[in-house]
């Protein structure tokens, strides 16, 4: 018996080291991406930035044999609420060109997603576990919600939660998040926006190379 639960403990921090990895090469890209770009010691200076962080956020204690699984939680919907969610999300790809592919979620269950499964297995970890609850944190504290506001529907507006406020300022350009998505079996570097309403989360990703934003792209592209 002794035998058999260190056999699992070894394979569930196994997972959790792959894990690791991932959500460091969802941000930074491949070892071998860095090295190509520079050298050993400024990749050894990134995975200490990297890892001092967010191995703070790790709680080994609570892993179990279903962190091997890395699992989501899909949300299951009938035909017509799952059509309008497709509709909607097309929609959005539709009317802003720049856009080339986007995830749904309502609270913790995704109900659509455009992205490779590791990708989305790994992004799903980051928000669930890390960026949603700091940021209902957050909220809940009073930061991030409007203060007297003149409607009482005010409260329900949704906004963008991560990257500047403005996206018609000179000094906005460039800052949103960066991620790496797979695409044709390589790292391709994209930028994230997160829109949340109520329980409804969508993300949005933006090809980083085509998304040199001026003041006069985000005004045609309807970016608010």
Not at 89 to 101: F, H, K, R, V
Request: hydrophobic share 35%; charged share 20%; proline share 5%.
């Amino acid at each position: 018996r002794e035998y058999i639960e260190n056999d699992i403990q070894d394979n569930v921090y196994e997972a959790v080291l792959r894990q690791t990895y991932s959500m460091y090469k969802l941000f930074n890209g491949t070892f071998n991406s860095a090295l190509q770009k520079s050298d050993i010691p400024a990749l050894k200076s990134k995975l200490e930035k990297f890892y001092t962080t967010y191995l703070k956020s790790l709680k080994l204690t609570h892993c179990d044999i279903l962190s091997i699984f890395n699992g989501i939680q899909f949300l299951p919907l009938d035909k017509q609420n799952f059509l309008n969610v497709q509709c909607f999300l097309n929609e959005i790809e539709c009317d802003n060109p720049l856009i080339d592919s986007t995830l749904f979620m309502f609270n913790e269950h995704v109900i659509w997603s455009g992205l490779e499964p590791g990708d989305l297995q790994t992004l799903y970890q980051y928000l669930v576990h890390i960026f949603l609850p700091s940021y209902m944190e957050t909220e809940l504290q009073g930061g991030s919600m409007p203060r007297n506001p003149s409607s009482p529907f005010a409260m329900y507006h949704g906004r963008f939660i991560n990257g500047p406020s403005n996206l018609k300022t000179a000094k906005s350009v460039g800052k949103f998040p960066k991620i790496y998505l797979t695409r044709k079996r390589k790292p391709a570097l994209y930028n994230m926006l997160i829109y949340r309403t109520l329980s409804s989360t969508v993300c949005l990703f933006i090809e980083g190379k085509l998304f040199n934003l001026n003041t006069k792209d985000a005004e045609n592209n309807n970016f608010r």
